[in-house]
């Protein structure tokens, strides 16, 4: 009986070149404070994809944070950033990523210590946590200088094998989210809405109530102008500001939601 030879069963049957693969995905929290309304996220999700190397996207409109899943070998952080910036959004603390490693070999607090001080020479890192009990690693980084492939390698120099990554939310982007949450009534955009609401509130007041106060100020084109409508006028100059803006962008970005209607 005669046994293959064994270069006649590799011939053909070889594993598929990870290089010719290499599809690096990485995923990047951005903080878009002023994209805090369905409209304003479609417009910036509009502009994201523009991008080819953008895999997925997912806004969070309550918090502003935008979550981007992306080919980081035919796009950077910055050319994201700045499509966010074209549709009419400044990005805040763009690039701050936290992924979560699998390091089975870590499994005592000595081996910790050996990864920790590799990662405390990483200036682009903000903050690391090491979890020997489980074997994983959680790293807070600058995305826009540095990629989990270069985590990964940090952590192989100490020693250590990394068999798993994957996106998680640090203990700081928590806590943030949560002062989102609550600073949403406080936000620029809620401040000229209680204004313009004010100046309504005052303009009703003198329309129905105090109507011998309610005097004529001026007149136009034989049209008397009312203190009432001085009121109804600030209203909409200061409640509608972002509509204006808004528009603008959505006309620019062709997206024709509800801004650019009104």
């Known amino acids: ?35 805090d309304c369905p409209s304003c996220a479609q417009k910036v999700i509009t502009s994201v994809k523009k991008l080819d190397a953008v895999q997925d996207i997912d806004s969070q409109v309550a918090t502003g944070v935008l979550t981007v899943s992306y080919d980081a070998d ?19 603390n763009a ?73 998680a939310e640090s203990t700081h982007q928590r806590a943030t989210n949560e002062r989102e949450r609550n600073r949403i009534w ?25 109507t011998a106060q309610n005097v004529e100020i001026a007149t136009i084109l034989g049209t008397g102008i009312v203190f009432t409508d001085i009121l109804f006028l600030a209203a909409v100059i200061s409640g509608g500001q972002e509509i204006i803006r808004n528009g603008y962008y959505s006309a620019r970005n062709l997206s024709l939601d509800i801004d650019f209607l009104m």
């Open 1 to 35: 009986m005669t046994t293959p030879d064994s270069d006649s069963i590799n011939d053909g049957d070889e594993p598929p070149d990870h290089a010719s693969q290499s599809s690096h995905t990485d995923v990047t929290r951005l903080s878009v404070p002023e994209m």
């Open 74 to 92: 035919q796009v950077t952080l910055n050319e994201i950033a700045n499509q966010i910036q074209n549709a009419g959004y400044s990005v805040k």
């Open 95 to 167: 690039g701050e990523t936290t992924s979560e490693f699998t390091v089975p070999e870590m499994d005592c607090p000595s081996c910790a210590n050996k990864v920790e001080n590799a990662l405390e020479n990483i200036d682009e890192i903000d903050e690391y946590e090491t979890r020997p009990t489980t074997g994983t690693v959680i790293v807070t980084y600058d995305s826009f200088n540095s990629r989990d492939a270069n985590i990964i390698d940090v952590i192989e120099d100490a020693g250590y094998e990394t068999t798993e990554h994957s996106h």
């Open 186 to 210: 406080r936000s620029p955009r809620a401040l000229k809405t209680w204004i313009s609401g004010g100046f309504v509130g005052v303009g009703l007041l003198f329309e129905f109530f105090l």
